[in-house]
Nanobody, 116 residues
Framework: EVQLVASGGGLVQSGGSLRLSCVAS????????MSWVRQAPGKGLEWVST????????TYVDSVKGRFTGSRDNLEHEVKLQIHSLTSDDTAVYYC?????????WGQGTQVTVSS
């Protein structure tokens, strides 16, 4: 049973911070690149960040660079996204995605709501 359980979302004032977490099970976590993908109300999926399988490299969409920091712990099978300086444009469901290059898995997401 593959699971990607995202947590840490909530209602935050503009300028605030959150730390999202995704805990994985049921597959070889260290073989997968981990990404965060978000979906704002009424919009499509937007890639936010990827951290490679060993945690050596992280990339971000331009709109979050300098505000979002991704990390992973392959012993705990966890990926985190530290978010600062939230704006209303960050309001979305944030999904955790695992991709080996051959197979991929999705979590249920966690809601981030930023009040202006």
């Amino acid at each position: 049973e593959v699971q990607l359980v995202a947590s840490g979302g909530g209602l935050v004032q503009s300028g605030g911070s959150l730390r999202l977490s995704c805990v994985a099970s049921g597959f070889t976590f260290s073989s997968y690149d981990m990404s965060w993908v978000r979906q704002a109300p009424g919009k499509g999926l937007e890639w936010v960040s990827t951290i490679d399988s060993d945690g050596d490299s992280a990339t971000y969409v331009d709109s979050v660079k300098g505000r979002f920091t991704g990390s992973r712990d392959n012993l705990e099978h966890e990926v985190k996204l530290q978010i600062h300086s939230l704006t209303s444009d960050d309001t979305a469901v944030y999904y955790c995605n695992a991709d080996s290059g051959y197979t991929d898995y999705w979590g249920q997401g966690t809601q981030v709501t930023v009040s202006s």
